[in-house]
């Protein structure tokens, strides 16, 4: 099987497309042949060795994919051959196949593509914990999403929608902006800080925000953090926007408001019960149509190098998909 592979990872340059024997599943386990695989932006910083946790090499970057179950362990009974899955894992996924935990292997409904499947379950249920478990997020709040065009940003821009908010979203370009408002948002603005509160006031009727979501956590996050009202909850899900920003810690003070972390990968290692739920919960919405998951720029196997550069440099709506069966 071909498959993308490091033995540093310093650089794109690093990785080549190699030929490897094809594994066998554990008995835990589930061998898939991969359709697509994700490349978020966090993809690529695990890919290069600048996310908090490094992975070993020799290393296979990849850790959503959506495809096709080829072989199962002994012990796997949820899922059989043919079956058409979504997986996950601390990377691989760039490959023909791949053998995976099968605790993350899910089935996906035939609403659902390949493509679609392979950028969900960490954006989305990124989003779904954040809003319902970190926040509380009641139908009839304010939302405001930063960065509403990326991966968890349109997430939260859909599944905010669905659970009643009135969403804002922002996005640096007018094309992000309009993406974003083709994916629920009410109102959305630009992400220049000068005159950013008025611009906001302007579009909310001079109403407070209830909930931030914030995968930037750039220049705009003490602007965002003061336009919240009396227990207002501001979700730091990732730093996106550059160097991590500071907070004068007496604003949460004096509006009784929350800043709130949400990591979804130690929420998937400590409530994987509750993780398994939300998947649930967003897989029925795919199901009866009510929710539809966006896909991003797509590549080819072979331009797995373009997809990594292209995934970091915020241009992209979405999720960069890389294509291993060419659809």
């Not at 196949?97 to 035939?110: E, N």
Request: include cysteine.
């Amino acid at each position: 099987m071909k498959l993308v592979q490091a033995q540093k990872i310093d650089s794109v340059a690093d990785y080549a497309l190699i030929d490897q024997a094809i594994p066998t599943p554990g008995a835990a386990e589930v061998l898939i042949k991969v359709h697509s695989c994700g490349m978020g932006y966090v993809d690529a910083l695990v890919a290069l060795g600048r996310y908090q946790v490094k992975p070993p090499v020799p290393f296979t970057p990849g850790q959503e994919i959506g495809g096709v179950v080829e072989a199962i362990g002994s012990d796997v009974t949820h899922v059989t051959v043919g079956d058409r899955v979504m997986a996950s894992s601390f990377g691989g996924g760039v490959a023909e196949y791949v053998a995976v935990p099968s605790l993350t292997v899910h089935k996906i409904p035939d609403a659902m593509s390949y493509a679609q499947a392979a950028g969900f379950n960490i954006n989305y249920i990124t989003a779904m914990h954040a809003l319902k478990d970190r926040a509380s997020l009641q139908s009839g709040e304010r939302l405001l999403v930063m960065g509403a065009a990326g991966g968890v940003g349109t997430a939260a821009v859909q599944v905010g929608k669905l659970l009643g908010a009135e969403v804002i979203a922002t996005g640096s370009t007018p094309e992000k902006r309009a993406f974003a408002q083709e994916n629920g948002a009410s109102h959305s603005l630009d992400s220049n800080p000068e005159g950013w509160r008025d611009r906001l006031k302007a579009i909310s009727d001079g109403k407070k925000l209830d909930v931030v979501l914030d995968p930037v956590c750039g220049p705009l996050l003490e602007l965002a953090f003061r336009s919240q009202g009396w227990g207002g909850r501001y979700l730091v899900i990732g730093f996106t926007g550059g160097p991590i920003p500071k907070l004068p810690v007496n604003l949460p003070l004096m509006k009784g408001a929350s800043l709130v972390g949400v990591d979804v990968r130690q929420f998937f290692m400590y409530e994987p019960k509750r993780a398994h739920a939300h998947l649930t919960q967003l897989l029925s919405w795919v199901g009866d149509g009510s929710l539809t998951p966006t896909v991003g720029r797509r590549f080819a196997l072979d331009d797995f190098a373009e997809a990594m550069t292209f995934a970091m440099s915020g241009k992209g709506h979405g999720k960069t998909i890389i294509d291993i069966v060419s659809s």
